[in-house]
């Protein structure tokens, strides 16, 4: 059973910052895509950040120039830092995976953004 434990989520003033973590117990070595996506109430799930092997990132409009996605191969870590965070920023943070073993995508439990002075 693959397992994604997320963290680093909380409450933060316009313009702070905040890493999200994602552990995976999955091998980096056997994962295709890490990913970070969010949902916001009443909105759809939308992508936010991935990286995919080797190293491709990509990024949601939105959010170019202010998050940054990366991950320890060591750890089997990925993580979102995200900087001058905005209101509209707040929302549902999930962590994402698709192996290259079985093709199948796996998503973590969630973690809330709030931004809000």
């Known amino acids: 059973q693959v397992q994604l434990v997320e963290s680093g989520g909380g409450l933060v003033q316009p313009g702070g910052s905040l890493r999200l973590s994602c552990a995976t117990s999955?091998?980096?070595?056997?994962?295709?895509?890490m990913g970070w996506y969010r949902q916001a109430p009443g909105k759809q799930r939308e992508l936010v950040a991935s990286?995919?092997?080797?190293?491709?990132?990509n990024y949601a409009d939105s959010v170019k120039g202010r998050f940054t996605i990366s991950r320890d191969n060591a750890k089997n870590t990925v993580y979102l830092q995200m900087n001058s965070l905005k209101p509209e920023d707040t929302a549902v943070y999930y962590c994402?995976?698709?192996?290259?073993?079985?093709?199948?995508?796996?998503w973590g439990q969630g973690t809330q953004v709030t931004v809000s002075s």
């Open positions: 994402n995976i698709r192996l290259l073993t079985n093709w199948n995508e796996y």
């Open positions: 999955e091998s980096i070595l056997n994962i295709y895509v």
């Open positions: 990286i995919t092997r080797p190293s491709s990132t």
